[in-house]
T-cell receptor
């Protein structure tokens, strides 16, 4: 069966520090992968999606970037975090038009 | 107009009540529809897909009305454990890819 992992589960970072969040999927190959952010009490905001290795589409302009160095690995990065980057970051993979989410990373920027 | 709109909520209901959520979508090219459930501080989880003919899974019934562009979720005999946020999701595959999540409707079921 397929599983999706995210780490770390929680993270507290100072403003201006770098960020790297990792997402990996098991049990499938060449999945469509997604990064979402959910601010406290808000809906999901699509940040990036990828249909294959090295293929990244950005949905919103921001100080975040994404990379897909391997088929089942999706990384979200930032060179300098802002206070507004705080939120719940969710990775998802897609199977037959249905998205399945990882457990998420809760990021607090201080 | 938002592409996917849900009842504002929150809904506060007693155990055993029947509660219905509606969701409207603006793009007639939408092709697939889902309801997700999200518990507090957790990831969204697929509750059920929504089929054109309507579908039922235990106490949950989902319906789709393509002519009026809305989907609904009915929960019968509400349980305390049904308390969560319910997200309406619409997929569009015409002219590219797009999955739109509604903002969610919060449900509180009380004893």
């Amino acid at each position: 069966s397929q599983t999706i992992h995210q780490w770390p589960a929680t993270l507290v970072q100072p403003v201006g520090s770098p960020l790297s969040l990792e997402c990996t999927v098991e049990g499938t190959s060449n999945p469509n992968l997604y990064w979402y952010r959910q601010a406290a009490g808000r809906g999901l905001q699509l940040l990036f999606y990828s249909v294959g290795i090295g293929q990244i589409s950005s949905e919103v302009p921001q100080n975040l970037s994404a990379s897909r160095p391997q088929d089942r690995q999706f990384i979200l990065s930032s060179k300098k975090l802002l206070l507004s980057d705080s939120g719940f970051y969710l990775c998802a993979w897609e199977f037959r038009d249905t998205q399945y989410f990882g457990p998420g990373t809760r990021l607090t920027v201080l | 107009r938002k592409e996917v709109e849900q009842d504002p909520g929150p809904f506060n209901v007693p155990e055993g009540a029947t509660v219905a959520f509606n969701c409207t979508y603006s793009n007639s090219a939408s092709q697939s529809f889902f309801w997700y459930r999200q518990d507090c501080r957790k990831e969204p989880k697929l509750l059920m897909s929504v089929y054109s003919s309507g579908n039922e899974d235990g106490r949950f019934t989902a319906q789709l009305n393509r002519a009026s562009q809305y989907i609904s979720l009915l929960i019968r005999d509400s349980k305390l454990s049904d308390s969560a946020t319910y997200l309406c999701v619409v997929n569009m595959r015409t002219g590219g890819f797009k999955t739109i999540f509604g903002a969610g409707t919060r449900l509180f079921v009380k004893a």
